[in-house]
């Protein structure tokens, strides 16, 4: 190609181009799809009215203050049903929500936070880029979460793990077997789980994310974590003899 | 008193001009008020100018009173609510009750009309954070009427005038958390009329009015809300308001602006909360008392309406102005006269067939 | 023209009450409906409890004593002074409680972090622990705002959602346990704001001098917002009551700042890997407005993310330069500190991160001495002397030369 030669048209397949946008545009029967996942949800009617785009809900949001974020925009996009701006947002804004709820101000009783919530939780079971991508070094929480009932463990502090909370965090790390052992409450000895959790919990809660399909939602994201998780409750149980 | 009168509850424009068109026509009027002088809530809460042209409230409605107190067929009785309805439509018993210390007394009318009005929202209520009764700099529309009254619009705080001044729409309307989902119509225009006066009180000021929409039905476009912008630059900023916090001495508002997409906070002197209207505590005692139906929110249910927004589900009983809902002035008086028509039409056909 | 606020709400009330809509909500009358139904059962409150006023009118019961303390991954995983203060408090009142091993987090961090999750799953857990309470008797305390809010969410989709109810029974069938719900869904901060009386009389630390700023957190006043303590005593009714009626009762200052509604900007997710966000949106929006503005002693919260974020963002907001500086602890460890628990051994002071020893300091505790002390513990603990300290130590009733049944051993006079 000649230095002289016209640049690329800058049209909208160009945007659109996995290379340009960071996420692979798809067909609209697949965007339509996403969205009647979304309007299928449970919860969805009762998340969505109307909107007359008061802004009281982007006034009141965090991330809108710093990110290129807005709740109301993701109410409008919901109501006018715009598969294909859904599609972006999907992929672009819902990892941004804080999901404070502070939305929950809404005079007509939307929940923007929970539409997110649910849209979240389709790309999530579908395996979207943006789900993959905002949960890039991630799965150790989940893991954690998943199979001992506690995330945020003690050990999780590591002397490295958070350098910009301050040095003290190091001296936990350096310290953290002795510190835990200091501990008045007596369920608070440990290091790997918050608090320790009775075995028979972890069954219970094992039962609880197969059951309910949670476990499987991650299949999509991550792949390998879905299937040591698998592998562990899986065995579990067969330990305690349920089929699950 | 006789079942060929009719009685009207409430001395407010509505009443008053429903007690002006019954006296109009030739038949005898009573009319019943709870407080101590009539006029209604834009005499009671000191309202200055009034929309749509701003004429000043109390000789305007003066206007309504002295028809009604200087005609033979009408009777005023101040100080005097209802306490009890009885009997039948054409027939109806009802139960006065005077000052304290005088006994109740009992009357009979052929028609009730209702005219007990609004009552202006709770801010201390809504749904957004507002600290109305934490803030002395959050007013409402009815405290800057008083103040406006006064030719005097001052901080609470300190005194001094405001140097920088805001409305917030909708304060208590249009919400489905509080439940009001309906618009009071006239907050709109009475927010631009306070913001036009208020440019002319103290032309240093910098007034905005936070808004979702502006309800500027037909001729308040040009004669409140063109005015308002291009005469007295008051700015309109599409996004409510959400929240109100000190900051220093003054107050911090937050907001969206949505025109920009982005969030928005800015210093204010003086907050005031365009507040909506909802039923009266004296139009759902006399709607309890008469045994009428009330609409979801409160208001006297017009059970006939669009046709006919006069007619509640009794016959005999009907009911205009604001206890039907929200209604400015001109919807006021208009819904009294036809009340007033209705009232006395249905009269008349009890004495035909009485005879 | 004064606005005459009294006058006002005098005459509101005078008018009679108005039907709000939302002052006929009332999630324990649903739940108990759907007890009568035979849906689910509902776990009574039944030992002495406060009645307070939640935002709308509706009247809440907090059970005082015999309750089952539903901990915080967040505060016993990287805060545990918070966790511990709350157990010290409640010993310290003499109300028994239970403190289970048969308990998950609520799961909601990771749900609200990654969606990792889904309203049955979410249900499930809540339901399992609300069962675990139920068995033993003892009444559920939630620590964590995050799992308070979540859990009113729960409560609401089980209330509404009847083919989540029929989805939850049956995998509670599978653990062998009943869809069971507690009839008020409490969070400490209520059980602390109910006693702050009982709670203020035991004060033996002087805070008269200490300036509070109250950050409230989103999940406890935001989900489902008719369901939080409000208090005409309190900000005229207009914000939640609670933490600030404590730091009152005890006879500190409460000074107000123009961000109070602001999130702290936990992020769930970004707290953890995308904390520019976190730690940005926290100092820029609350610590430097609030020593601007309120210029505190301590920033005083009642939730695990928000004394996380708050505490942990300002120290790379240090190295930029910015105005930060302010300690942050929970209501829990401050009332501790008050009524004289140990700053180390109770409060755990050492896993926070923005300098607390100015407000030790300004309380009149002698933090060196009580450090002391505290290394003086985890040599037992080296030496193989003891294996874990116990609320005996706590209370120092091994210092030496010191009578058992003093406070903590570090104060001879308050």
Request: charged share 25%; glycine share 8%.
């Amino acid at each position: 190609m000649s230095v002289t030669a016209a640049s690329p048209a800058l049209n909208d397949a160009h945007y659109k181009a996995w290379n340009v946008a960071g996420y692979p545009d798809v067909p609209t029967d697949t965007k339509v799809q996403l969205f009647d996942q979304i309007k299928g949800d449970i919860r969805f009617a009762d998340y969505l009215h109307g909107c007359y785009e008061c802004g009281i809900c982007v006034a009141a949001c965090p991330s809108a203050r710093f990110y290129d974020f807005s709740p109301r925009r993701i109410a409008q996009a919901a109501a006018r049903e715009d598969v294909d701006l859904i599609y972006q947002q999907i992929q672009e804004d819902i990892w941004e929500c804080s999901q404070c709820f502070s939305c929950l101000r809404c005079p007509r009783g939307n929940n923007p936070g929970g539409i997110i919530t649910i849209m979240r939780e389709v790309a999530v079971r579908n395996g979207l880029a943006s789900a993959k991508e905002a949960l890039v070094g991630y799965s150790r929480i989940i893991y954690k979460i998943m199979s001992t009932g506690t995330q945020v463990s003690p050990d999780m502090l590591g002397r490295d793990s958070f350098p910009d909370w301050g040095p003290e965090t190091a001296d936990v790390a350096d310290n953290l077997d002795l510190w835990r052992r200091a501990l008045p409450p007596e369920t608070m000895h440990t290091t790997s789980t918050g608090w320790s959790v009775a075995e028979s919990t972890l069954v219970e809660l094992y039962l609880i994310w197969m059951e309910t399909g949670a476990l499987d939602m991650i299949a999509e994201v991550d792949r390998g974590l879905h299937t040591i998780l698998l592998e562990l409750m899986e065995e579990r149980l067969e330990e305690e003899g349920i089929e699950p | 008193m006789s079942s060929d009168t009719v009685l009207v509850v409430g001395g407010g424009p509505g009443g008053l001009r429903a007690a002006q068109g019954i006296a109009d026509v030739g038949h005898d009027v009573v009319l019943i008020e709870k407080l101590d002088h009539l006029g209604g809530s834009p005499i009671t809460q000191r309202y200055s100018g009034l929309t749509p042209h701003g004429e000043l409230a109390q000789p305007q409605i003066q206007r309504l009173i002295d028809p009604v107190t200087s005609s033979p067929h009408a009777e005023v009785r101040l100080g005097t609510e209802v306490v009890g309805v009885a009997g039948e439509p054409g027939a109806f018993t009802v139960t006065l009750r005077g000052a304290s210390g005088t006994s109740d007394e009992t009357v009979e009318c052929g028609a009730i009309i209702i005219a007990t009005g609004f009552s202006h929202f709770d801010p201390g209520r809504s749904t957004q954070m507002y600290g109305y009764f934490e803030f002395p700099d959050v007013i409402t529309q009815p405290d800057l009427e008083a103040m406006l009254s006064d030719h005097r619009v001052l901080r609470p705080s300190n005194g001094q005038p405001p140097e920088r001044i805001c409305f917030v729409q909708c304060v208590g309307s249009r919400d489905r958390q509080i439940g009001n989902e309906y618009c009071s119509k006239v907050c709109c225009a009475v927010a631009s009329k306070e913001a036009t006066e208020l440019r002319q009180l103290l032309p240093d000021s910098k007034v905005l009015i936070f808004y979702i929409d502006m309800r500027m039905y037909g001729y308040w476009e040009n004669e409140i809300y063109w005015p308002a912008q291009e005469e007295h630059h008051v700015q309109y900023v599409k996004g409510l308001i959400t929240e109100v916090l000190p900051k220093g001495d003054r107050l911090l508002v937050r907001g969206e602006d949505t025109t920009m997409g982005r969030p928005m906070e800015v210093l204010m002197d003086l907050v005031v909360l365009s507040v909506g209207m909802e039923a009266s505590p004296g139009t759902r005692e006399l709607a309890r008392l008469a045994g009428v139906k009330q609409n979801k929110f409160g208001f006297i249910e017009a059970v006939g309406a669009p046709l006919d927004p006069v007619s509640t589900d009794r016959a005999g009983i009907y009911a205009c102005g604001a206890a039907l809902g929200p209604a400015d002035l001109e919807d006021t008086v208009s819904s009294a006269a036809g009340a007033a028509m209705k009232a006395v039409g249905f009269l008349r056909s009890r004495r035909v067939a009485a005879h | 023209m004064t606005i005459p606020f009294e006058a006002l709400r005098r005459a509101k009330s005078a008018e009679g009450p108005v039907t709000d809509r939302r002052a006929l909500e009332d999630p324990r009358a649903e739940l108990l409906e759907l007890e009568r139904q035979g849906e689910l059962i509902v776990q009574k409150i039944d030992r002495e409890a406060v009645t307070v006023s939640t935002k709308y009118g509706r009247e809440k019961r907090i059970q005082k004593s015999h309750l089952w303390h539903h901990k915080s991954c967040g505060q016993c995983g990287h805060i545990p002074g918070y966790s511990t203060s709350i157990f010290w408090l409640m010993r310290k009142l003499g109300y028994d409680y239970h403190d289970p091993h048969d308990q998950t987090s609520c799961t909601a961090w990771n749900y609200y972090a990654s969606a990792t999750s889904n309203p049955a799953a979410q249900a499930a857990v809540a339901v399992r622990n609300f069962a675990a309470a139920y068995e033993t008797g003892y009444f559920p305390l939630i620590h964590c705002g995050t799992s308070y809010g979540h859990y009113k969410d729960v409560r609401e989709e089980l209330i509404r959602y009847p083919e989540l109810r029929a989805q939850v029974r049956a995998v509670m069938a599978k653990l062998g346990k009943p869809l069971v719900l507690p009839e008020e869904i409490v969070h400490y901060s209520e059980w602390i704001h109910a006693l702050r009386g009982e709670i203020a009389a035991q004060r033996v630390r002087d805070v008269s001098g200490i300036v509070v700023s109250v950050h409230p957190a989103c999940h406890y006043h935001k989900i489902v917002p008719g369901d939080a303590i409000y208090d005409p005593d309190f900000y005229g009714g207009q914000r939640t009551a609670v933490v600030t009626g404590l730091a009152e009762a005890l006879g500190s200052t409460v000074a107000d700042y123009s961000t109070w509604f602001d999130c702290c900007g936990f992020g769930f997710r970004h707290i953890l890997v995308q904390r520019d966000f976190s730690r940005s949106f926290a100092t820029l929006r609350k610590i430097e407005v609030m020593k601007e503005e309120a210029n505190p002693d301590v920033v005083l919260t009642h939730d695990t993310g928000c004394v996380t974020t708050l505490d942990k963002s300002q120290f790379a907001a240090k190295a930029h330069g910015r105005n930060v500086g302010l300690p942050v602890l929970s209501d829990a460890q401050f009332a501790a500190l008050a009524l004289g628990a140990h700053p180390y051994r109770v409060c755990q002071l050492h896993w926070h991160s923005a300098d607390y020893r100015p407000l030790l300091e300004k309380m009149g505790i002698d933090w060196e001495k009580a450090w002391a002390e505290f290394q003086r513990d985890l040599r037992r603990l080296e030496s193989g002397e003891k294996r874990y300290l116990d609320w005996d130590d706590a209370e120092g009733v091994h210092d030496k030369n010191e009578p058992p049944g003093s406070p903590t051993g570090d104060e001879h006079d308050s």
